[in-house]
């Protein structure tokens, strides 16, 4: 997985709204915490899954966007879903690193909506859905809480103190800067399944 592909967010700014620290997470990049924060992000197409251990409160999410991939063999994980797998695992191992407990995790996923234009035929928001969920179920976390699919962009803020969601969906777009995002992540994504190196989890 190259570095283009998922990296920690780096974007932070103080909010004068929630009176806090809030991180931004844009396609591609991750973050956790343990301090009382706000972490937001804007969805189209992509997911976002937010991991929190409900005890410690310590938490965070991701944001990403499975690859297309013509590569599907009978009874064998796809470059995408390797590619999704450790854009989850990077977030889950974050959360853990900070001292967050495997058994206690909780999840609440957001986005896939139909919105990508140009790619509604290959119903990649609905891929992206399907995939976050049956990955959490495979891994025994539980899903508290889901917004997905439907035809409009999601405004999520994440507070992994207290696990408390707010979703905005967005009914008017003024720009097209989410789908731009979107549209620049996911040839860097189809960029790295088609170099091998997102070729991972092999048995």
Not at 18 to 43: C, H, M, N, S, W
Not at 62 to 71: C, I, K, R
Request: proline share 4%; net charge neutral.
């Amino acid at each position: 997985m190259s570095a283009a592909a998922a990296e920690v967010a780096v974007n932070q700014y103080f909010d004068r709204y929630f009176d806090r620290q809030a991180t931004k997470i844009l396609p591609g990049e991750y973050y956790a915490t343990k301090e009382p924060e706000v972490i937001v992000t804007v969805l189209g197409s992509c997911v976002a899954a937010c991991i929190r251990d409900k005890v410690s409160g310590i938490g965070g999410m991701n944001h990403f966007l499975l690859p297309l991939d013509g590569s599907a063999e009978p009874g064998k994980p796809t470059q995408s879903a390797r590619y999704g797998a450790y854009a989850m695992e990077l977030l889950i191992n974050e959360v853990i690193k900070l001292g967050g407990r495997r058994e206690r995790l909780e999840a609440k996923v957001f986005g896939g909506a139909a919105v990508l234009r140009g790619m509604l035929l290959n119903d990649v928001g609905k891929r992206n859905a399907e995939f976050v969920e049956q990955y959490l179920r495979n891994e025994h976390i539980p899903i508290a809480a889901a917004d997905l699919l439907l035809d409009f962009p999601r405004k999520v803020y994440f507070f992994p103190e207290t696990g408390q969601v707010w979703v905005k969906r967005i009914k008017t777009i003024k720009n097209d800067t989410i789908f731009e995002r979107e549209r620049e992540y996911r040839q860097r994504v189809k960029q790295d399944v088609e170099s091998g190196s997102v070729d991972l989890f092999e048995e």
